[in-house]
């Protein structure tokens, strides 16, 4: 058996909620599939999860994909394992049933094909135990939607060979998994185990009626739960010990551990052996990185969660929204000093608009503008009372200008000026420059004023106007900025 062995076809064995899912993300990453499964409904299912999972993929990166894999349903155990070179085993949770499964498809698979099981708690040694050449199966529990979620945790049985652990880690690491290497086998294994824990715990907490099932879920998604998703427990806990780190953690939080906060009062003693193994531990998975570093990458992984699931306006992500909508809804200062282009926005450069040189990402001058300009129109009283009344301003061109560069950690001052103003359009312009007066980009757009009811242009509201116009009349005066009006392609003198 050797790990470098070729992938092309997978046999799958139970095409279920987690079969399904090991479907789609073989066959999104190209590799042919063969499922067996005694379920009638097996192809539909799985056709709904293969639609699922495109969608999400498509989300998800804007890599380009392979070719699809292709789908072929068998009507046995030895039909789904017969030419292929990996086997997945995902029947239902229950020893027997699993044990006679393999059993039959590992008298037909060659002995170099590795098995990976699904299960979520049996161990593997019993899985092994009826199998033809049982040092080939390792267990491969994924997580819910398997399609998305990139762990997968690798257990060895007592008859598992390391070039089986090895040939699943690569397979799984070929279509984009993050293999968690288990050095004992037990039962439930790592994730399902801590998942455990909190779900007694939320147990007890509905049994005593301490709380609902939703004010739990929120405890944990509005909450930990958040950090969780990219840092973990000891890495959390190790930045709340402050410069000090876990030692210092341990020492305040570790006696607690005999307060009867939980049902569980079974924990092991805190001695000068455990605490040294947990400190060292700790250290070694934050590396070279300071408290007040992994802070920051802390701050930065948080922002980018809440952006992302304020995409989608579920859990953190719609507070976020509802939390930026009041902030949009407050008065805005109209502008007083108008002899000159407007001060309108103030934006620091973060790493996540930066590019892969470093530099601000194009896309990101053009949202700065139109962020900036949204705050002059506010600052004209276009608010959402106004929007309420049906009318909106739209807008029809949009041009930016690249003139120089800025990188993370920059200031970017952003003025707007009105370059023309009419009965139902205003051209604005906005310039973005460093703190020193040095111009890094222009935008220049024309809006619409509309109607929203009738999908019509209509003559600007009279109160926008008592603040627009003399803003228009005093700008007017100014030198029409450099770049105005230019177009795609034109030279530049």
């Not at 001695?271 to 947990?278: G, T």
């Amino acid at each position: 058996m050797t790990t470098s062995k070729q992938l092309k076809t997978i046999g799958l064995l139970g095409g279920g909620v987690i079969g399904g899912g090991w479907a789609a993300r073989f066959v999104l990453n190209g590799y042919d599939v063969k499922i067996y499964d005694v379920d009638p409904q097996a192809q539909r299912k799985i056709g709904e999860v293969m639609a699922n999972a495109r969608r999400a993929y498509a989300k998800l990166t804007l890599a380009p994909l392979p070719k699809e894999g292709t789908i072929t349903f068998v009507d046995t155990p030895e039909a789904a394992v017969t030419d292929v070179d990996f086997v997945q085993e995902s029947a239902p949770e229950r020893v027997e049933l699993k044990q006679e499964l393999l059993a039959r498809a590992s008298r037909v698979a060659p002995a170099d094909v590795v098995f990976g099981s699904s299960t979520s708690g049996i161990l593997p040694s019993q899985l092994q135990r009826d199998m033809t050449f049982p040092e080939r199966l390792v267990v491969g529990h994924p997580f819910n939607p398997v399609y998305l979620l990139p762990l997968v945790e690798i257990c060895g049985g007592d008859k598992t060979t390391v070039a089986a652990r090895e040939r699943a880690r690569d397979v799984y690491e070929l279509i984009g998994m993050r293999p968690l290497m288990l050095k004992k086998e037990i039962d439930g294994f790592v994730a399902d185990r801590l998942m455990e824990a909190m779900w007694r715990e939320a147990l007890w907490l509905i049994n005593d009626g301490i709380a609902t099932a939703e004010e739990i879920d929120d405890a944990i998604r509005f909450g930990a739960g958040l950090r969780w998703s990219f840092m973990g427990t000891f890495m959390v806990y190790r930045i709340a010990g402050g410069e000090a780190g876990m030692r210092h953690f341990m020492a305040q939080f570790g006696p607690t551990l005999k307060w009867p906060w939980t049902k569980f009062m079974n924990v092991p003693e805190l001695d000068d052996v455990l605490l040294e193994k947990i400190v060292s531990q700790s250290d070694a998975q934050a590396g070279t990185r300071t408290i007040r570093e992994l802070e920051v990458l802390r701050d930065d992984c948080l922002v980018a969660v809440m952006q992302g699931l304020k995409q989608v306006g579920f859990g953190a992500g719609e507070t976020l929204s509802a939390y930026e909508k009041k902030l949009f809804s407050g008065a805005t200062a109209a502008p007083t000093k108008i002899e000159a282009p407007i001060e309108v926005q103030r934006r620091r450069i973060t790493a996540d608009w930066a590019d892969y040189n470093g530099h601000t990402n194009d896309s990101r001058y053009m949202q700065l503008s139109s962020e900036a300009l949204d705050v002059f129109f506010r600052s004209i009283g276009f608010s959402n009372d106004y929007l309420a009344t049906g009318r909106s301003f739209f807008t029809l061109e949009s041009h930016v200008r690249y003139i120089s560069e800025s990188r993370v950690g920059d200031e970017i001052v952003v003025t707007a000026q009105v370059i023309s103003l009419d009965a139902k359009k205003v051209h604005l312009h906005s310039v973005m420059a460093q703190t020193d007066g040095t111009i890094v980009a222009s935008g220049e757009h024309i809006y619409l004023h509309v109607d929203t009811k009738l999908k019509k242009a209509c003559p600007i509201g009279s109160e926008l106007l008592v603040l627009l116009e003399p803003i228009a009349k005093a700008h007017a005066k100014l030198p029409k900025p450099d770049g105005v009006g230019r177009f795609v392609g034109q030279s530049i003198k």
